[in-house]
């Protein structure tokens, strides 16, 4: 995939679709509960992901080949993607599962621009820090913190507060490192190492008794929060990093909660409730805040064509 490929209109659109993947992997993830612990359920995961990336390459007959100076990033960028999955599955045990994945979403923008903000000593624009004000505001709607304080304070939310901030390093790291090869090699080197770190922790009993599993509803919700939203959605957005930068990319994280609210009621019967509606409809606005261009200031120019 090259960049010149991939114009910016093509790439914001194939953004939002990915965070509708995203939001839509929230209710398959929570019917998935029902049968594997959370842990096995990210093995099965990265187990049908580097599959799956594998056999793109082979389709697109892309190299899966990294420059030696890009090693270094596969290997960050997987240790971090792999500790980003344990801390959001310890958060889901020790914390609150609802407000947990409001945070993480609200988070993991607003850590991106930290980060950017520490490591390129440069302040967001006016558009960007007005964006990141309405992610806030909208992240409160969602949380509805007025009524439910005690759950997003909940120590077991301490987990997703790191799991944010591992994100967004995993993003830069993915941003510098993507540029060393295909995206879609540096995603699958990625994954592999995501995988080999998460294999110790893996209940290989569980994994027996999925392998037998003959429930089409546990293999169609695996195989789609698989192949679809991480070895497809997941890669896009790896690969934007690398085009708008992670602070720009992460931005969008902010459309993933409306998306798992409709979702969930489209395929949960869950309401959507008037605070997640306001706040989906800030994060919108956050993401196009922060990705509008900024206005090109005419200056006047002198009788003689010079400017004044």
């Not at 993607?81 to 993991?108: D, E, M, Q, R």
């Not at 004000?133 to 077991?156: E, H, M, R, Y």
Request: hydrophobic content about 50%.
């Amino acid at each position: 995939m090259q960049h010149k490929q991939v114009s910016r209109n093509a790439l914001t659109g194939a953004m939002i679709i990915s965070m509708f993947m995203w939001g839509l992997s929230w209710p398959s993830g929570k019917i998935l509960t029902r049968y594997c612990s959370a842990v096995n359920f990210a093995v099965y995961r990265y187990l049908i992901v580097v599959a799956t990336v594998f056999l793109l390459l082979s389709i697109l007959k892309t190299g899966a080949k990294v420059r030696k100076a890009g090693i270094l990033y596969v290997l960050g960028s997987g240790i971090l993607l792999a500790l980003y999955s344990y801390l959001f599955f310890i958060g889901l045990k020790n914390g609150s599962p609802g407000a947990g994945g409001v945070l993480v979403t609200t988070l993991n923008p607003i850590m991106a621009y930290i980060i950017g903000i520490i490591l390129n000593r440069k302040l967001p624009s006016k558009n960007e820090a007005a964006g990141l004000v309405l992610g806030i505001i909208a992240g409160s709607f969602l949380l509805k913190v007025w009524s439910n304080t005690g759950s997003v304070t909940d120590s077991g939310n301490l987990y997703f507060l790191l799991a944010a901030i591992t994100w967004a390093a995993m993003s830069k790291m993915t941003s510098k490192g993507g540029l060393y090869g295909s995206s879609l090699g540096f995603s699958l080197w990625q994954y592999l190492v995501t995988l080999l770190c998460l294999l110790p922790l893996t209940d290989f009993a569980e994994m027996k008794t999925a392998l037998h599993l003959k429930d089409a509803i546990f293999w169609v919700n695996i195989i789609f929060s698989s192949a679809i939203v991480t070895a497809l959605a997941t890669t896009i957005y790896f690969y934007s990093t690398t085009r708008l930068g992670a602070e720009k990319a992460s931005s969008y994280i902010f459309l993933v909660p409306l998306a798992a609210a409709v979702s969930s009621w489209f395929l949960l019967g869950e309401k959507i409730q008037p605070h997640t509606l306001i706040g989906g409809v800030l994060g919108i606005l956050a993401v196009y805040t922060i990705n509008k261009k900024p206005k090109l200031v005419r200056v006047p120019l002198s009788e003689t064509g010079e400017k004044t």
